[in-house]
């Protein structure tokens, strides 16, 4: 079956944030390995909360089925989600649909929305509804040889390499361009593929009156080997190299942790870099909005919503030119793109962010920009296209 409509093919982007109410309410299960209260929980999470949040709010009855962790009780209301949590990290994708067919085969859900951001789960397949809907964040491909022993990045590999057989057909939400694109090449049909991009908490974010009195270089997100923080520390120990003193701030936790902190101290800009671990959301936006530039130098994102977040403060990105990050990062306006890898290039483009004026004109650019981006919008758009869904003729 293909499924396309013009208004879905375009991205959430200038949408009003209004609320959608009108028909019935709806009964959704969504399938993620990870609520917002896991520990190891990312941006999948943050998406999956913020939107099914929304969508509970407005009265729609939705449940989450997800992996739960040692501290983590079995069932609980998040955000107004009933989340119901079974196995573990390495076990759900086993374990989901015997919980599934033991605990909630009453429910009658109208639709199964499928969060894919690690490996196919096949809820689509397993779960009973009357609508289907896949939502892609980004897949890993080669990237997670990266991050992960052989043996764990071959089976993600492995996985991945099932997407076309089991979800051709579906319909199927990708938060980027890039996403997209992924999964047509793995040979999913572009007209069953609609792009609604990720939103920000505008509310909770905004440029400060004040930067910091020292050029600043912020990077928040989770420490994962495969994010490639070392080369925004390898950029600033360059720049000390050629006379030029800036400070980091590296915001978040991770395992990458301890291995960051030794590359700071083997570069010998220890003395230079904080590292502040997790933050709560008003001390992000105050690193976010009073830094100098943000770095963001990922091989791949699904969408690069740091630098979002990072523009809605009024702070330019400087990142890698990969996937994802072209997206949310416009060269030249909003920030600067730099080949992957290339340090030279990264601590070039990190200077000429720093430039007063070019800090100042680029940044109120990037602050423009990410006025479209809502999670209203984002609400809106994929609650409409689950009413369309579930009222299509079987």
Known sequence: MGFSTPSFGKSAEGRSGSTVTNGKRLRILVVNWQDRRNPAAGGAEEH?????????????????????????????????????????????????PLYCGRHLSDERFDVVVEDLNKVPMLATRWADARARLLIVHHLFG??????ANVALASATWLFERIIPAVYRG?????????????????GLDASDISVIHNGVALDDLGPATNRFLEPTVAYLGRLKKYKRVDLVLQ?????????????????????????????????????????????????????????????????????????????ACGTATVASDSPGLRETVRHGETGLLVPHGD???LADALARAMEPA??????????????????????????EMLRSLVDAPS
């Open 358 to 383: 070019v800090r100042d004109r680029m940044g109120r650019a990037a602050l423009a920009m990410a006025a479209r981006f809502s999670w209203d919008g984002v609400a809106d758009a994929i609650e």
């Open 170 to 186: 579906l319909p199927c939400v990708a938060v980027s361009r890039s996403t997209r694109d992924d999964l047509v090449q793995r």
């Open 142 to 147: 080669a990237t997670a040889f990266r991050e």
């Open 343 to 345: 340090v030279e290039a």
């Open 235 to 311: 950029a600033v120990a360059l720049l000390r190299e050629r006379g030029m003193e800036a400070k980091v701030i590296v915001a978040g936790k991770g395992d990458a942790r301890q291995t960051l902190e030794e590359t700071a101290r083997g570069l010998g800009i220890l003395d230079s870099v904080r590292f502040a671990g997790f933050v709560p959301d008003h001390e992000k936006r105050d690193i976010l909005a009073r830094s100098w530039v943000h770095a963001l130098t990922s091989p791949k994102e699904g969408w690069g919503i740091a630098s979002v977040e990072a523009s």
């Open 48 to 96: 999956l909360h913020q939107v099914f949040g929304r969508l509970a709010r407005r009265g729609h009855r939705v449940t989450l089925l997800c992996s739960g962790w040692s501290a983590g009780c079995r069932t609980e209301d998040v955000d107004g989600i009933r989340v119901h949590r079974t196995g573990g990290r390495y076990t759900f994708n086993v374990a989901a």
